[in-house]
């Protein structure tokens, strides 16, 4: 039992960050009128408020914008829309009646325990930074060890340096950006230490991030040890064969007072799982339909929840997909189901959504496992086409009309990335 209910919706979207705006403007705009937000923290906005770099909006606004630039834009919006947003507010449980009515259980800050009604709910929660932990790091326990996104936040919006000589372990996007900003108010940032053979940010961050500011990149290394008694005094860095194991042979010692973790992004699904809701083992989101619908009938998906995306303006668009998939079935509008699997093949990590149907259009995001070049995209007998690069930072797009899928007859669809022959290369 979750408690008598103060007040019904069509759509509750629980995440206040740049995917749960998209998915209650999307609702919205497809007509629904009684769309609530639920956010844990004071504010909306999510992570976009601490990312005051530019770079945010050059596809969805066609202009450069900084993150709380490009937040603003979309709050301003979804208060035009009359949208209510309970800020402060934790969700506790999700159950169904047999009608499909949700029940959202909601713990606020200062209206304590609340139970609200949905036909339909939008998972829109984001994502976490891995930590220390997750790679074991061995060494002390010194302070000066912090993820690059909470050394964001301390810089950008508390005022505070997390140190003077920063390490960085891991090339994701939020390193690369720390890196320069850091540099940027007077530290010296030693290097930039990355276990894969390749960076796992952008390119652009590689180049506007690290060798506009001869800030090192090293590939295929990583930290084996961390020093220092109650600050950090040095790490310890090693090469690493194919294995991706250290070799400690070849180690040498790295003076710095503050090691900084940016080494990949989980989606915060704990309460998706507790709902019994199907992962994807790959993407660590949900399971989604065409309409990016879960298991969970009524229960969507969008953003970094889903899969972790590389730019936020993709986040938009799929988040408004959503809201408006969400809405369509709060209207009672019913689609028909999907009836082709997509199945990741040779050099791809990953395919969201994961089954199509015939009857619509479909935007496909997927990643590949290794960098390849020059190479092919293969949808099964559908498209073939060439691709300078690909890399496993970098997020692929395709676009698939209904006329095209109406020419296959299958039941599952595989997606290869493949290196080009040798006469492939002169066509």
């Excluded at 159950?95 to 139970?115: H, Y």
């Excluded at 326990?141 to 390490?167: C, D, E, H, W």
């Excluded at 293969?378 to 997020?395: D, H, Q, S, T």
């Excluded at 899928?405 to 290869?416: E, P």
Aim: proline fraction near 6%; charged fraction near 25%; glycine fraction near 10%.
């Amino acid at each position: 039992m979750l408690g008598r209910v103060e007040k019904k919706y069509g759509v509750v979207v629980v995440g206040g960050g740049p995917a749960g705006l998209g998915a209650a403007l999307g609702a919205r705009d497809y007509g629904e009128d009684k769309v609530l937000i639920l956010d844990r923290e004071p504010e909306a906005g999510g992570i976009l408020l601490q990312c005051i770099h530019s770079g945010f909006g050059l596809h969805y606004f066609k202009e450069e914008l900084t993150g709380p630039e490009y937040a603003q834009r979309f709050i301003e919006k979804v208060i035009d829309h009359d949208v209510d947003i309970l800020p402060a507010s934790y969700v506790s449980r999700i159950a169904a009646d047999s009608d499909g009515i949700k029940k959202v259980r909601i713990i606020n800050e200062k209206r304590g325990i609340l139970t609200v009604e949905a036909q339909a709910v939008v998972l829109a929660m984001g994502c976490r930074e891995r930590t220390r932990g997750a790679v074991r790091i061995p060494g002390t326990r010194p302070s000066g060890i912090l993820t690059a996104g909470l050394a964001q936040k301390f810089v950008n919006l508390m005022g505070y340096l997390p140190g003077k000589k920063i390490a960085i372990l891991g090339s994701g996007d939020i390193g690369l950006i720390m890196a320069r900003r850091l540099s940027l108010e007077g530290c010296e940032v030693v290097g930039v230490f990355e276990l894969m053979p390749y960076s796992n940010g952008l390119s652009r961050n590689v180049v506007q991030c690290l060798n506009d500011f001869n800030i090192p990149l090293h590939l295929s290394n990583t930290v084996a040890a961390i020093h220092g008694r109650d600050r950090v005094e040095k790490i310890t860095v090693a090469p690493v064969g194919k294995d991706l194991k250290p070799d400690l042979a070849r180690a040498w010692d790295v003076p710095c007072d503050t090691l900084l973790i940016s080494i990949g992004l989980i989606p915060e699904n704990e309460l998706t799982q507790n709902l019994g809701i199907s992962l994807d083992v790959a993407t660590g989101g949900p399971r989604v339909s065409s309409t990016l619908e879960t298991s969970m009938p009524g229960v969507f998906a969008c953003g970094n929840v889903l899969h972790v995306h590389d730019l936020v303006d993709f986040v938009t668009n799929e988040s408004l997909l959503a809201g408006r998939f969400a809405a369509e079935l709060s209207r009672g509008v019913r689609r028909p189901g999907d009836n082709i699997q997509l199945l990741p093949g040779e050099n791809v990590r990953y395919c969201v959504p994961h089954t199509l149907n015939p009857g619509h259009k479909h935007t496909v995001y997927l990643r590949c496992k290794a960098p390849m070049k020059p190479c092919k995209i293969r949808v099964g007998n559908l498209i073939e086409k060439k691709l300078r690069f690909v890399f496993p930072a970098e997020m692929i797009m395709l676009k698939l009309k209904p006329d095209l899928l109406d020419k296959f007859h299958g039941d599952s669809l595989r997606i290869d990335i493949l290196p080009l022959a040798k006469e492939e290369r002169n066509d």
